[in-house]
């Protein structure tokens, strides 16, 4: 299943009945950052945290979206993270640099990351950035796309810890392991991919678990390694291609464990503790890579966006089956931002609560439905 099928099948599910609550984008990056705060993140921590999580709910990204508040504050209590991190940024040759994240939450670590990468890239076309002891940084878009606003192309990718069946396996070995690409488009908002290696993330799994709704077929096993379409039973997940070509994305799931863990020392999947289940003092010592592009060290900048303009026209110009669109990487998401910026996100019943007793806990103003 493709990322972009299985977002929008998210996107039905938050707004399903029970599930009415819209609130506006401002309110919610207000609120995940008064909570990020109160957690004992510090300013720049709190901001890219906003910055990441209420950018992949306004895009429909909602498995990695706002609803992950709960946990961020869980590893920031518990020592998993460091609220004051003090990274540091070593450049190693004329486009290559590695950042220490210091523990980090990821999405700072990621949009600096990202940032040096676009710096390394103004002087010599390319940047190739590592982070070595960083954490969990939600949607992997975010960062892609933020050298995309720079005027670049970008590449992220990272390791996860293991809950993906490698091909013809019986037991857990790869991580969801994501990867994302985004480049600049003249005129109009990037071209965006941004997915899982797996069939689907298991935040997925949890998010149907919440909402009591059946998986997907050929997404999860059980405890006997059998595919299974029950949110309770699914134990571990299939690669993308599930169960016959699941090859496909067991390959990608490699080359990013390579890009994630083998070129920066960091833990490969099978040895990151697990992200919901394990101590919440224990840093998880992940790995990450950046990379970004200049297209005018390639070309002229006009052929560029001519070049990008016409496969787009062309791409959305062919013809699609009956009831469906043809659209590029990006398309849905940009249309549900649009959607959302207008109508405010919607937040499910359970995050709902949860959220009302968040702010309770930390004297905070509750959230409003629009």
């Known amino acids: 299943m493709s990322q972009v099928l299985d977002d929008a099948t998210a996107q039905r599910a938050s707004e399903a009945p029970g599930a ?15 909570v990020l705060r109160a957690a004992g993140a510090d300013e720049p921590s709190a901001e890219a945290a906003v910055r990441a999580l209420v950018g992949a709910s306004l895009r429909g990204v909602d498995t990695h979206g706002v609803r992950l508040l709960p946990h961020y504050v869980k590893v920031l209590e518990g020592g998993r993270v460091k609220g004051r991190p003090q990274m540091r940024f070593d450049k190693r040759a004329a486009a290559v640099g590695m950042l220490d994240a210091d523990n980090a939450l990821g999405h700072l670590a990621g ?6 990468a676009v710096c390394l890239a103004e002087d010599a076309g390319v940047g190739a950035v590592s982070v070595v002891n960083s954490s969990h940084f ?11 606003e720079a005027g670049c192309l970008g590449l992220c990718v990272c390791n996860s810890d293991s809950g ?6 019986r037991e857990k070995f790869h991580g969801t392991n994501p990867i994302s690409f985004a480049a600049p ?3 109009a908002r990037p071209y965006l991919l ?5 069939s689907i993330p298991f935040n997925r799994v949890l998010q149907f678990r919440a909402l009591d709704r059946t998986l997907p077929p050929e997404v999860a096993v059980d405890a006997e390694s059998q595919v299974t379409r029950d949110p309770e039973a699914a134990r571990a997940l299939l690669p993308l291609g599930g169960s016959t070509y699941g090859y496909k994305g067991a390959g990608l799931a490699g080359m990013i464990e390579v890009l994630s863990a083998a070129l920066t020392g960091m ?4 040895e990151i503790p697990n992200m919901i289940e394990s101590d919440w003092a224990e840093p998880r010592v992940m790995g990450q890579f950046f990379l970004a592009l200049k297209p005018e060290t390639f070309l002229p900048k006009e052929s560029y966006e001519e070049r990008m303009t016409a496969y787009l026209d062309a791409l959305r110009g062919q013809r699609s089956q009956a009831g469906e669109t043809v659209m590029a990487a990006g398309d849905r998401e940009w249309a549900v931002e649009d959607e959302r910026s207008a109508g405010g996100i919607p937040l499910d019943a359970h995050n709902w609560q949860v959220f009302a007793e968040l702010a309770d806990r930390f004297s905070l103003e509750p959230l409003s439905a629009i």
């Open 20 to 34: 009415p609550h819209r609130v506006a984008a401002a309110a919610l990056e207000n609120f995940v950052g008064a």
């Open 111 to 116: 949009y600096r990351a990202m940032e040096e």
């Open 138 to 148: 939600g949607a992997a878009g975010a960062y892609s796309l933020a050298a995309a």
């Open 164 to 169: 993906v069946l490698a091909h013809s396996g």
């Open 185 to 187: 488009v003249a005129g």
């Open 194 to 198: 941004d997915m899982a290696t797996s």
């Open 267 to 270: 833990r490969l999947s099978h």
